[in-house]
């Protein structure tokens, strides 16, 4: 069923919240990891979306800049319950995260140090990398029904692979999808605009350099990044260092470091690697105002955005537009998926915890929160009998 511009009502704002807290709370691995749950409750177990509609809303969400999985959370908060929705799936899907960074921000700054938590990693990852694995597959016959389309897919994943730049593939193959549909006669329809705004909202300004900390520029050079920034979190880290270790000398490499470490193996947003550095800089007011900086920009663009996303699919021209980033959406995945495959199964241990993951996830749709408590658990006790062979 298609919807039309409204957002529909639904779902109880209780729901959205309730879903979006145990996802924030438990979805370790990145914004690849966090879109194929959301996959899994919204369109598999729940059905408050077709595989369409998902599709859609992904490649909206890779068009603009900012954090996908937020984006991805926000759009469908939009789509079940407005604006009012918006905000509660983004607030629930944040939180969670910001709390536990801002713990261990806590435990830094006094100690000097982040808990090991390689047990952890070790076991919730090969989950998490099954969970991925599940999505792609449901996904693929939407986002690539024809052998065009699925050539296409190929070839956004070989370019991937290469190294080209995220946004290049996405909109190069939606051009070529374009291309293919007005070559055999479907959709001529003359508009070519910017299907979303990729610019920045905010004008890159500067603050001099080397100058001390103060909660309004720490604002505004959180706020300056979510307004730009499209990537993974080694983009962020880039940016990052750019702006607070070589242009204000805020922050060390370290430092740095240490804070990106964090929003790898905390759970939800790898982008509450704000929350970290805000405490570290300003305290819990900083640690506040960094995070509302660098998600703020997402909630603008998706309030925006979201209302257009269903009406689009009726103008031909964007109709073919979004299938093509769809297909480059889908090899974005894939890309991802095989770059944590290599990370993630290291060991045979590791490779049995993935399959016997896989197994239940496909055949007997075993719920994935249930899944990461095992594998924790199944981590730590690799890790305590001396079993796994990761890093020696």
Not at 135 to 159: G, N
Request: proline share 5%; hydrophobic share 55%.
């Amino acid at each position: 069923m298609e919807q039309t511009g409204s957002a529909p009502q639904g779902s109880s704002l209780w729901e959205l919240a309730r879903l979006f807290l145990r996802l924030g709370a438990t979805s370790f691995g990145g914004p690849a990891v966090h879109i194929a749950l959301m996959h899994t409750e919204v369109v598999q177990r729940r059905q408050w979306l077709s595989e369409q509609q998902f599709l859609d809303l992904l490649s909206a969400t890779n068009l603009i800049p900012g954090p996908n999985s937020t984006e991805m959370a926000l759009h469908i908060g939009w789509q079940r319950r407005g604006i009012g929705g918006l905000l509660v799936a983004g607030l629930s899907f944040i939180v969670p995260a910001m709390l536990i960074t801002g713990a261990l921000a806590m435990v830094y700054v006094r100690f000097g140090a982040i808990p090991s938590v390689s047990w952890l990693l070790y076991g919730v990852k090969p989950v998490m990398l099954s969970v991925v694995l599940q999505a792609i597959l449901s996904l693929a016959p939407k986002a690539a029904p024809t052998m065009l389309l699925r050539l296409l897919a190929l070839f956004a994943v070989v370019v991937a692979l290469l190294g080209v730049h995220e946004l290049l593939i996405l909109l190069g193959t939606g051009l070529v999808a374009v291309f293919l549909s007005r070559f055999r006669g479907r959709g001529s329809h003359p508009a070519a605009g910017a299907l979303f705004p990729t610019l920045s909202l905010f004008p890159i300004g500067s603050i001099a350099s080397h100058s001390a900390v103060s909660v309004p520029s720490l604002f505004w050079v959180f706020l300056k990044t979510g307004s730009v920034l499209y990537g993974s979190g080694y983009v962020l880290l880039a940016f990052l260092r750019a702006d607070l270790v070589h242009r204000l000398g805020w922050l060390t490499e370290s430092q740095l470091m240490d804070a990106i470490a964090v929003g790898q193996v905390t759970p939800g947003p790898v982008f509450t690697t704000a929350t970290f550095i805000g405490y570290l800089l300003a305290g819990p007011k900083g640690a506040l105002l960094a995070t509302l900086g660098i998600f703020l920009p997402a909630f603008v663009l998706v309030a925006l955005s979201g209302p257009l996303v269903p009406r689009l699919r009726a103008i031909p021209f964007v109709a073919a537009l979004l299938q093509g980033v769809n297909v480059a959406s889908w090899a974005l995945m894939v890309v991802v998926t095989l770059q944590l495959g290599r990370a993630a199964l290291c060991d045979v241990p590791a490779l049995l915890l993935f399959g016997m993951s896989a197994l239940l996830l496909l055949w007997r749709r075993t719920n994935a929160t249930w899944l990461v408590i095992g594998g924790a658990l199944l981590g730590w006790l690799v890790q305590v009998c001396g079993l796994s062979r990761c890093g020696s």
